[in-house]
């Protein structure tokens, strides 16, 4: 009796341990399922209510699919987490290592870049939770330079532009003092007058913003372009929006105008047809913040001719060279007259040629055009359109001082010109402001 009570206990346990197992079996297999499940596209965003479509449907073409799923989330997760620790290494000065994990990132996912939503490491000194939060209070925000002025001034005691985000073994910019500061702003804004660029510095940061919006560099940018004129800032706030809201000429590009007509041709041999043929040809306004302004007349098309009007000490022998003014019309209409000329050339007298015989010197000559245009403002972009209203040339006879004058009709062949901003005119900085 004792065996079999013995042996009873024994097949009990055997008994509760196998059904232990089965039942952890069976849990396992409905975690899996229910894992399965989960990863399915048919679930929701809340991993608890599945959308209305059914799980059995789906056969071992079904798994195979979701198998491939896991396997590219977690593909793209660990690219992440290399592209990520590759920035970091990038900020703390260690390129080879960046390179490395950035190559390592690159292999799993090749566009993993493009699929990282950048955001600024928690454990720093509260700017980027500050730069959240105005970007969330933009539309409130009444005078943002006065709000960013304010935040420097309660960040410490002493007044500091910017800061580095994180700790870096080179020279920060926010060590230099404020004046030399201000000169690379006037190198960046240079004699050209190139204030977009001045506008994408100061997107740095809060420090940068504030000296792109210093008054004294604005107010200098519009005595060089409507000189004592501008005197007065009324009626406009600032010498910033005076800048932007007075009509002026655009120097950051060319204004371009191309004219068509239709010109009849020789008769031919026989007379049976007459050809036509179809005449184009473009006319050239570069403006300069110096009062200067280059015209150029030519059937060459703008990428092989915007090149050469980059500076006023171009080759072309075609190119007429003047100045030009600004006139506020009584009828608020903002005028720009310029009188041009060509290029004078020296050329050597022959002494030879006319040796043996007496000649009659040509009487000497000065050309010069004078130019009317109306400045408008046409789609999206201001004063980037100019009409012509008057245009005629002077001959002027240097023997007896008299003045011949050929004013010109204005028709259709004299069609609007418009503005198209060339980058490489503001690329480079002769000298600052």
Sequence with gaps: EAEEDCHSDLVRTDDNER???????????????????????????????????????????????????????????????????????????????????????????????????????????????????????????????????????????????????VDVSQTHISVLPMEVLMYIFRWVVSSDLDLRSLEQLSLVCRGFYICARDPEIWHQVCLKIWGRSCNKLVPYASWREMFLERPRVRFDGVYISKTKYIRQGEQSLDGFYRAWHQVEYYRYLRFFPDGQVMMLTTPEDPPSIVPRLRTKNTRTDAILLGHYRLSQETDNQTKVFAVIMKKKEEKPIDYHKYRYFRRVPAQETDHSFHVGLQLCSSGRQRFNKLVWIHHSCHITYKSTGETAITTFDIDKMYTPLFFARVKSFTAFSEKPL
């Design 19 to 165: 059904s232990g197992e089965a039942n952890l079996q069976a849990e396992l297999q409905m975690f899996r399922a229910q894992w399965m499940f989960e990863l399915a596209p048919g679930m929701s965003s809340s991993g608890l209510e599945p959308l209305p479509c059914r799980a059995s449907s789906r056969g071992p073409g079904g798994k195979s699919v979701d198998a491939r799923g896991k396997q590219e989330i977690a593909k793209e997760e660990k690219a992440k987490e290399l592209f990520l620790k590759a920035v970091e290494e990038e900020r703390n000065g260690a390129l080879y290592e960046a390179i490395k994990f950035y190559r390592l990132a690159m292999q799993l996912v090749p566009d993993i870049e493009f699929k990282i939503t950048y955001t600024r490491s928690p454990d720093g000194d509260g700017v980027g939770k500050r730069c959240v939060e105005d970007n969330k209070e933009d539309d409130k925000m009444a005078d943002l330079l006065s709000d960013f002025q304010q935040q420097l001034t309660l960040q410490e005691s002493s007044i500091k532009l910017c800061q580095p985000e």
